[in-house]
């Protein structure tokens, strides 16, 4: 509801402003957008990502995400941008967004009880470790962090492309984890609950250095005086996903008006 | 909007070969990642461990007594392991997980059957500042049982 909601306002300033800012700015270089996205993270290959070796305690980082299933979500992106002009049809892009998206790992608790957990054994039954990342049947990264693009931007008709990186200089990271617990009993069959589940929430700040090719596609459209640029976009990101990302783009003051004619 | 609306960009002297330089590398420049915060240090510091323990001799005696011990917990060699320093003249160096949990055990992984171990310490801080912990361990004589609560002091 949030992010609906500062769309909106996005789009309000986006009307109000860029019309004043067409008037008051004379020529200049640069238009400045105001912009929001919806990013669909998405994975090249299959969502399922098979064990290799058997894992051990000493390399569980390795293999932590072995056997569980990446989840496509939604995202979502707003900020502002520059694009200033270096040569004809060619223009530099830069920006500050702030972005939200999402990581899920999911298994299926049996799978987990098989193949991951450890636990407390006595000679009948096992005590699954409370809160131990063996035992987690779901990874929930939710990222909202600062994006600055870096772009190279060609016009061509009402057509404009984009290519470069997106830089992520710093994230606020929540990581929820939800573990199975409770008994695993032997015989004669194993036996367990896979209802019995706890959470744990951890929250950490990310200072870091990511950079992810970026492409986008947008077209220049008009009504009345309000200027559009739809756009499709596409982003490389980690562990072989990708984001398609649709949105909209508002010039808020931009160059290519005529200057005003000067007052007599 | 259409090519009028750019005509009077005239644009400024900028190489443009350089431009293209810098967009190509910045397109295809690999992505990198490093932290330079250590997600171990929320965790690491003095701690006043309150220790509960267990000392069985099968067959002939049993105690139970608390007690309080001073320690500490502080990085390890690896890149993401943790030296903990909770009974006298024990130290175990284990590798803490993202999630804040850790163990060092001879663990069965798998869980369909029964593996018995001579050392087992299990355990995860439930805040930045406080630990909980399961260590046990056997030897010729006696079967030895802690369960420690450890707060951190600085």
């Keep these: 509801m949030r992010y609906f909601i500062t769309f909106i306002l996005l789009l309000g300033s986006a009307v109000s402003f860029g019309q004043d800012a067409r008037r008051e700015k004379g020529e200049k270089k640069y238009r400045i957008y105001v912009g929001a996205g919806l990013p669909y993270k998405n994975f090249f290959g299959k969502k399922y990502i098979e064990p290799t070796v058997a894992g051990s305690a000493q390399d ?66 096992n005590i699954l470790l409370p809160g131990n990342i063996h035992n987690v049947v779901k990874y929930n990264y939710v990222y909202d962090g600062i994006l600055m693009p870096l772009k190279v931007h060609f016009k061509k008709a009402k057509f404009n492309f984009y290519g470069g990186v997106n830089y992520s200089p710093v994230t606020f990271k929540k990581s929820t984890y939800t573990y199975v617990s409770g008994i695993v009993s032997y015989s004669p069959l194993p036996v367990y609950d896979c209802a019995n589940i706890t959470e744990k929430t951890v929250k950490s700040i990310e200072l870091s250095a990511v950079f992810s090719p970026s492409f986008m596609v947008s077209y220049d459209f008009k009504i009345r005086n309000l200027f559009l640029n739809p756009f499709l976009g596409f982003d490389f990101g980690k562990q072989k996903s990708f984001n398609l990302q649709s949105g909209i783009a508002f010039p808020l003051a931009n160059s290519s008006e005529p200057a005003c004619p000067p007052q007599k | 909007m259409g090519p009028e609306y750019f005509k009077h960009y005239t644009g400024v002297k900028i190489n443009f070969k350089i431009c293209c330089l810098i967009a190509a590398f910045s397109v295809f420049m690999p992505g990198c990642r490093k932290s330079p915060f250590d997600y171990r240090s929320q965790y690491t510091g003095t701690y006043q461990f309150l220790v509960s323990e267990k000392i069985s001799i099968p067959g002939v005696s049993y105690t139970d007594t608390a007690f309080y011990y001073s320690g500490s917990i502080e990085t390890g060699q690896g890149t993401k392991s943790i030296l903990l320093n909770f009974l006298e003249n024990t130290s175990i160096e284990t590798e803490l997980h993202e999630d804040g949990s850790f163990e060092k055990c001879d663990c069965p992984y798998n869980v369909y059957g029964y ?30 049982s802690y369960y420690i609560l450890g707060e951190k002091t600085e």
């Excluded at chain 1, 056997?67 to 941008?81: A, D, S, V």
């Excluded at chain 1, 998206?101 to 000679?123: F, H, L």
Aim: some cysteine; aromatic content about 24%.
């Design chain 2, 115 to 144: 593996i018995s171990y001579d050392k087992n310490l299990t355990g995860d801080f439930y805040s930045g500042k406080k630990v909980k912990m399961l260590y046990e361990y056997t030897d010729s004589t006696a079967i030895f």
């Design chain 1, 60 to 125: 569980f980082s390795l293999h932590q995400y072995e056997r569980f299933t990446r989840i496509p979500c939604w995202g979502f992106r707003e900020g502002l941008m520059f694009s200033y002009s270096i040569y004809h049809n060619w223009y530099l892009v830069s920006g500050i967004l702030y972005y939200h998206e999402r990581n899920i790992y999911e298994a299926d608790c049996d799978t987990v009880i098989r193949y991951n957990s450890i636990g407390y054994p006595t000679s009948f039954y």
